[in-house]
C-alpha cells in the first residue's frame, strides 16, 4: 500500500532563517508526481510545488526547493529565509492512482518574528 | 494558476435538513473533481471521486445516500449533505483535477466550507 509519512508535528523558525520539513513515502511506482501543500489558517490549500520522479533535478520555486531522494523515497520541503506569511500547516501529498492523492499528516509550521 | 471556488463559505442548518456545497472550477476544465473532509489540525480525508457524467466512487467507510455527489458539467461538481446531523458538522474541501497535454497532473483546491449542523 502506498503510504505518506511526515515525522514532525509541529516546527517552529525564526524569521529570515531557514528550515527543512521532512516526508517519507512508499510505493512500487516508478514515475509519479510529489507535492507539497500549504494550508494557512485561512485554511485555503495551496500547491507549493511539485517534483517528477523522473526528473533528478530538484524543484525549485523561489524560496522553496525540495530535496528529492529517490531511492530512498525522501521527499523534504526547504523554505529558505522564511517569512511570517510562511506560518501554514503543510502536507507533502503522493498520487493513489485515478488522480487522488494520499496526504501525510502535515507539519504545522511557526514563522516567529 | 488555476482557481476552483467553493460555495458557500460557511453554513449553519438544523439537524435533519440537507445541505448542498457547490465546487467550480473557474479557467479550466474538470474531468474528475474530488471530496475531503478535514478535522482541526488533521489532516485531508478523501470521501469521494466526483467524474463528470457518471456517477461517483466513494472510499470505504463513507456513506453515498448520505453524501450524494453530481458532477454535471465538466466545471461543476456538488456535495449534498443529506439528513444532516451534528456529527456531519465539519470543514469540507473539494478539489479539481487538472491535466495537460504535457501529462502535468495536478490538485487545486477550493476554500473550503465549514458547515456546522445544530
Known amino acids: 500500500a502506498q503510504t505518506v509519512t511526515q515525522s514532525q508535528p509541529e516546527m517552529s523558525v525564526q524569521e529570515a532563517e531557514t528550515v527543512t520539513l521532512s516526508c517519507t513515502y512508499d510505493t512500487s511506482e516508478s514515475n509519479y508526481y510529489l507535492f507539497w501543500y500549504k494550508q494557512p489558517p485561512s485554511r485555503q490549500m495551496i500547491l507549493v510545488i511539485r517534483q517528477e520522479a523522473y526528473k533528478q533535478q530538484n524543484a525549485t520555486e523561489n524560496r522553496f526547493s525540495v530535496n528529492f531522494q529517490k531511492a530512498a523515497k525522501s521527499f523534504s520541503l526547504k523554505i529558505s529565509d522564511s517569512q511570517l506569511g510562511d506560518t501554514a500547516m503543510y502536507f507533502c501529498?503522493?498520487?493513489?492512482?485515478?488522480?487522488?492523492?494520499?496526504f501525510g499528516q502535515g507539519t504545522e509550521l511557526s514563522v516567529k518574528p | 494558476g488555476a482557481v476552483v471556488s467553493q460555495h458557500p463559505s460557511w453554513v449553519i442548518c438544523k439537524s435533519g435538513t440537507s445541505v448542498k456545497i457547490e465546487c467550480r472550477s473557474l479557467?479550466?476544465?474538470?474531468?474528475?473533481m474530488f471530496w475531503y473532509r478535514q478535522f482541526p489540525k488533521q489532516s485531508l480525508m478523501l470521501m469521494a471521486t466526483s467524474n463528470e457524467g457518471s456517477k461517483a466512487t466513494y472510499e470505504q467507510g463513507v456513506e453515498k445516500d448520505k453524501f450524494l455527489i453530481n458532477h454535471a458539467s465538466l466545471t461543476l461538481s456538488t456535495l449534498t449533505v443529506t439528513s444532516a446531523h451534528p456529527e456531519d458538522s465539519s470543514f469540507y474541501i473539494c478539489?479539481?483535477?487538472?491535466?495537460?497535454?504535457?501529462?502535468?497532473?495536478?490538485?487545486?483546491f477550493g476554500p473550503g466550507t465549514r458547515l456546522t449542523v445544530l
Open positions: 501529498a503522493f498520487p493513489a492512482g485515478g488522480g487522488k492523492l494520499i
Open positions: 479557467d479550466f476544465q474538470a474531468t474528475t
Open positions: 478539489s479539481a483535477r487538472s491535466l495537460l497535454a504535457d501529462g502535468t497532473d495536478t490538485q487545486y
